[in-house]
């Protein structure tokens, strides 16, 4: 077992019954001309997420561990668009408008790619959503449960949207999570902050809230190659 230290506790965890979840580290998030900036939002605010974050994925990769990447976008027809979020704000362009990198939040545009810095590697797992939370209208509980994945070790942007729901998803399926708080970013730092304070609130009520580098010291501290269930 593997202990890293933690608020509001330590986070134990079998390393082959858990995942590293890096949730939409797009470019329409975190690079200008994208849907984030949009919507009027300071995109460069989330860049200090991804070193820390590829050491971690580093990590998790040279032990042979699960790797879970997601992607928020939509069909090109946009069928799975809701109108309750395609007007939401008011931004310059709307989902599916053309942008710099191609059409907002949609399959196949140029945006919709994970940054290059994080890119997936063959073997890991990339999930397409249509929401916010990693579980709604996919099959991440189904990819869990057939590798027999217990913990989550959380990445992603922003922390109090797509992480914030995906950890609540997650915690209501029994799984366990552990937010990394320099590995997930807002474009409002009150935001992050508030976010993280009500993970670990009550006890752990909805997970944990940990660093990278202490959860880099605790793998180092148990060097054994393992490979999670595949």
């Not at 300071?42 to 032990?63: G, H």
């Not at 940054?115 to 797992?125: D, I, N, S």
């Not at 929401?131 to 057939?146: N, Q, V």
């Amino acid at each position: 077992m593997i202990t890293v230290q933690a608020e509001p506790h330590p986070y134990v965890f079998d390393a082959a019954r858990v995942a590293l979840l890096c949730i939409d580290f797009q470019r329409d998030f975190v690079e200008a001309g994208g849907f984030g900036e949009s919507l009027g939002n300071d995109v460069s605010r989330l860049r200090s997420t991804i070193e820390p974050t590829r050491a971690v994925l580093s990590a998790f990769r040279e032990r042979g561990l699960t790797v879970i990447h997601t992607r928020e976008g939509h069909r090109p027809d946009l069928t799975d668009l809701f109108p309750a979020k395609r007007d939401r704000g008011n931004p310059t362009l709307r989902i599916g408008d053309e942008g710099p990198m191609g059409r907002l939040l949609v399959r196949g545009s140029a945006g919709h790619d994970i940054v290059p810095e994080l890119a997936p590697q063959p073997g890991e797992v990339l999930l397409d959503k249509p929401g916010k939370g990693s579980f709604y209208a996919t099959d991440l509980e189904t990819i869990l449960r057939a590798r027999g994945i217990t913990h989550l070790v959380v990445t992603g942007v922003t922390t109090e949207v797509c992480v914030q729901s995906t950890v609540r998803e997650a915690n209501d399926r029994g799984f366990e999570s552990l937010v990394l708080s320099d590995c997930t970013g807002s474009y409002f730092p009150e935001f992050h902050a508030s976010a993280l304070a009500m993970f670990a609130a009550q006890g752990g009520i909805v997970g944990w809230v940990g660093t990278s580098a202490d959860l880099l010291s605790a793998l180092d501290r148990s060097p054994v190659q393992t490979e999670n269930v595949r």
